[in-house]
């Protein structure tokens, strides 16, 4: 059974940095897209960032600058670092990924349990 299992969350001082992790474990073949979304309370989930299984990367215009995405293919892992983290970046952050679990299959989408952050004073 495939799992996207996220850390790294937790509360911080507006300005500061965090970074998440989240890592594809189970049997499978291999890891397409992975990216990372949030969702704010009474807010729809919104996409923060994603990359390509080639590492061509995607950001929201409202973490540009701030933000990085990156992935390591050996540790079938995700990471998101988020630095000058603002108030409005709170949220629960949810990893994705398209994995392709059997060869005649195509890549079925999953999804991380949630880690949250929150930027507080």
């Known amino acids: 059974q495939v799992q996207l299992v996220e850390s790294g969350g937790g509360l911080v001082q507006p300005g500061g940095s965090l970074r998440l992790s989240c890592a594809a474990s189970?049997?499978?073949?291999?890891?397409?897209?992975m990216a990372w979304y949030r969702q704010a309370p009474g807010k729809q989930r919104e996409l923060v960032a994603a990359i390509t299984s080639g590492g061509t990367t995607t950001l929201a215009d409202s973490v540009k600058g701030r933000f990085t995405i990156a992935r390591d293919n050996a540790k079938k892992t995700v990471y998101l670092q988020m630095n000058l983290l603002k108030p409005e970046d709170t949220a629960v952050y949810f990893c994705?990924?398209?994995?392709?679990?059997?060869?005649?299959?195509?890549?079925?989408?999953?999804w991380g349990q949630g880690t949250q952050v929150t930027v507080s004073s």
């Open positions: 189970g049997s499978f073949l291999s890891i397409q897209d």
């Open positions: 994705n990924a398209d994995i392709v679990v059997y060869t005649w299959q195509r890549p079925s989408t999953y």
